[in-house]
């Protein structure tokens, strides 16, 4: 499983602290494993989880 599905099912279940995943994503992004557009997309499904 890539990076990007496997942080993407951790997210979309609710199975992470937001602080921690936006730390991972960031090394993920610096180091390539993920593309800009992947973490924007990311990001963007947590802040929209923080909001509801």
């Not at 979309?12 to 924007?40: C, H, W």
């Amino acid at each position: 499983m890539s990076c990007y599905k496997l942080c993407k099912t951790m997210i979309e279940k609710g199975n992470y602290e937001y602080q921690s995943m936006i730390g991972k994503l960031d090394a993920f992004l610096l180091v390539g494993r993920i593309t800009p557009d992947e973490y924007t997309e990311l990001v963007g499904l947590m802040d929209a989880q923080k909001t509801a």
